[in-house]
């Protein structure tokens, strides 16, 4: 595989590495961070409650951001970007890239209307975990169809 397939896996590769930065950053956050500023607001006085609210509001907004960005970059670059080098590469059927592709711009949708309207129940738990969902089989499909071709025995 050569010229624009490899380009493109290129592409994937710098998303995947870009996707591993944004989801320790998205786990400081919603795990470290957000746990403090929650603890923070159940533990304010009376005065200080709606700033400790609004404070943890803030943080919950930052998640959202950065679990929006967690999705275009890595379900929707990502694998939009594999499955684009798929379609032009010999090394697989055109549908295996196109399973890739597909799922991966519509990611790239829902990354993008979550970054803009936050979370939404429709969006989020389901054409998510939809596309999510896609993208793993696919990946398991994949991994089974590179293993055969290897030829070793598990």
Known sequence: MGGRPQVR?????YALFASAGLG????????????FFHDAFV????????????????MEQIDVG???????VFFG???????????????FHMAYGWIALVPGIVAIGIGVYQAIGGL????????????ASVLNLWVIVIGVNMWRRSGKVA
């Open 120 to 131: 939404s129940t429709v969006i989020t738990t389901y054409a998510f975990a939809g596309v």
């Open 43 to 58: 533990a304010a006085p009376a005065g200080e409650s709606v700033i400790a609210l609004r404070v943890s509001e803030l």
């Open 9 to 13: 896996v290129k592409v994937a590769e």
């Open 66 to 72: 950065l679990f929006s960005m967690l999705i275009i």
């Open 77 to 91: 670059f990502t694998f939009a970007s594999y499955g684009a080098a798929l379609i032009q590469s010999d090394s």
């Open 24 to 35: 320790v950053v998205l786990f400081a956050v919603d795990r470290i961070s957000s746990k």
